[in-house]
Nanobody, 120 residues
């Protein structure tokens, strides 16, 4: 099993910044990708940003230019630097990791979620 522990959420005023962190631990053979999703009240969970093992990065259009995803492969950690936050960024943010637990078996793993609230 793989465990994900997130940190860094909180309450911030519009225009402010927060940095989320997520550490993966457990039976990790190889990480394929790490990323962040979010879910606002009454809405579906959406992808925010992903960072794959080859270095490829994707962002949802609404955060491009404001959010930056990065990884520390040695620490199995992914970060999300969020700048110029807007009230519409308010959501529970979930860390996602796609990883092999052995040479042939991969799964998606999720963190418990961290609340980000942006006040206007």
């Amino acid at each position: 099993q793989v465990q994900l522990v997130e940190s860094g959420g909180g309450l911030v005023q519009a225009g402010g910044s927060l940095r989320l962190s997520c550490v993966a631990s457990g039976s990790i053979f190889r990480i394929i990708a790490m990323g962040w999703y979010r879910q606002a009240p009454g809405k579906q969970r959406e992808l925010v940003a992903t960072h794959n093992a080859g270095g490829g990065i994707n962002y949802v259009d609404s955060v491009r230019g404001r959010f930056t995803i990065s990884r520390d492969n040695a620490k199995n950690t992914v970060y999300l630097q969020m700048n110029s936050l807007r009230p519409e960024d308010t959501a529970v943010y979930y860390c996602n990791t796609r990883a092999y637990s052995d040479y042939k078996t991969w799964s998606d793993y999720w963190g418990q979620g961290t609340q980000v609230t942006v006040s206007s």
